[in-house]
């Protein structure tokens, strides 16, 4: 018959197994005096891109800034900077609910692929950029956050060169095309994914003059593994951004700003009359100035006094020779 041990006997022999075991691990491997530290793994959201391809996205969006802050730049006819402030994976849900409401949000698709994605403008951005377009200088209010369906047209234009200029950017990985979808002024009208899955959100600051705004691109990673795959080579990774040539942005003002056009005015002559000899003025009186027959003109650029002139007659139209400039003068 079978011995039957104890209860204390279990653990004398319980205890001397550890020991021994011990012994033997001290002799072949070192064993860590202090716990090992304990990474929480979240199985809802896995890191569906790895750091190394986040960097390369990182790089490719820095090259997606150089390119739409050129175009801004020849638009607004004002210093543009535009740096990638983060690359995140984070729920939908809190995308989410860090949107405004009312929002200015687009949507948009990559062709041939399940990808989809959101657009985002921040209301001040969106409603400078509308008043610069349509002339005005971006320091207007407005009432009301409702983006009106003129607004979204104007705003639509820029819209469509973003999706050429993320084409252009993503062009190093493989040709995506994206397509602009429609405009949302609500996000719950917008979803591109499960409030549960992740997304892969690009945050961008954009700088117009002294003034700062925000502006957002969301992805769905759930269809991201085409991409991710062809971003497993690791010549991606030494991918640069364009603004590391040298190209700055007082380059590009300096390229653009020959095509601006600059009011030239000419001052003839000056006179000073009684309000009485206004009210008895009639077609055919002749007004007495300053200026003598051949003297000169004074030319102003914009507001400001630059030179002197004769007036003449070139090819059949009125012209003026520049003599010297005002600096001279004095």
């Known amino acids: 018959m079978a011995e039957v041990l104890s209860q204390n006997e279990i653990d004398q022999l ?12 001290k002799g072949n491997i070192q064993i860590p005096s202090s ?44 210093i543009i900077n535009i740096n990638v402030v983060s690359v995140d994976q984070i729920y939908y849900s809190e995308y989410v609910l860090s949107v405004s409401n009312p929002a200015c949000l687009f949507t948009f698709d990559v062709k041939k692929t399940d990808i989809k994605g959101i657009l985002e403008f921040s209301n001040e951005f969106a409603f400078t950029l509308i008043d610069r377009l349509l002339g005005g200088n971006g320091a207007g209010t407005k009432s009301s956050n409702i983006i009106t369906t003129i ?37 719950d009208f917008a979803q591109i994914t499960s409030q549960s899955e992740s997304v892969l959100l690009v945050t961008f600051e954009i700088t117009i003059g002294d003034q700062s705004y925000l502006m957002n691109l969301c992805f769905a990673t759930y269809a991201f593994d085409a991409i991710l795959s062809q971003m497993a080579n690791q010549s991606l990774s030494s991918i640069r951004p364009v603004k590391y040539n040298g190209t700055t942005s007082k380059n590009i003002l300096g390229e653009n700003i020959v095509y601006t056009e600059i009011k030239v005015e000419v001052e003839f002559a000056r006179s000073t009359i009684l309000f009485n000899q206004l009210m008895q003025l ?32 070139l090819n059949g139209h009125k012209s003026v020779k520049i003599t010297k400039s005002v600096h001279q003068e004095e």
């Open 282 to 313: 009639e077609v055919g009186d002749v007004i007495s100035t300053n200026k003598k027959l051949g003297e000169e003109v004074l030319i102003k650029i914009g507001d400001k006094k630059l030179f002197y002139g004769i007036p003449g007659k």
């Open 35 to 78: 716990n090992p530290e304990v990474i929480p793994f979240d199985f809802r959201l896995p890191n569906r891109i790895s750091k190394n391809q986040l960097r390369t996205i990182r790089n490719i969006n820095e090259n997606f800034s150089e390119l739409f802050s050129s175009y801004l730049l020849l638009k607004l006819q004002s």
């Open 151 to 187: 607004e979204q047209k104007v705003l639509g234009g820029v819209v469509e060169k973003i999706m050429l200029d993320l084409r252009k950017a993503w062009q190093i990985v493989g040709d995506f095309e994206f397509v602009y979808d429609k405009f949302e002024p609500d996000v």
């Open 14 to 25: 319980l205890n001397n197994m550890g020991s021994s075991e011990q012994g033997e691990s």
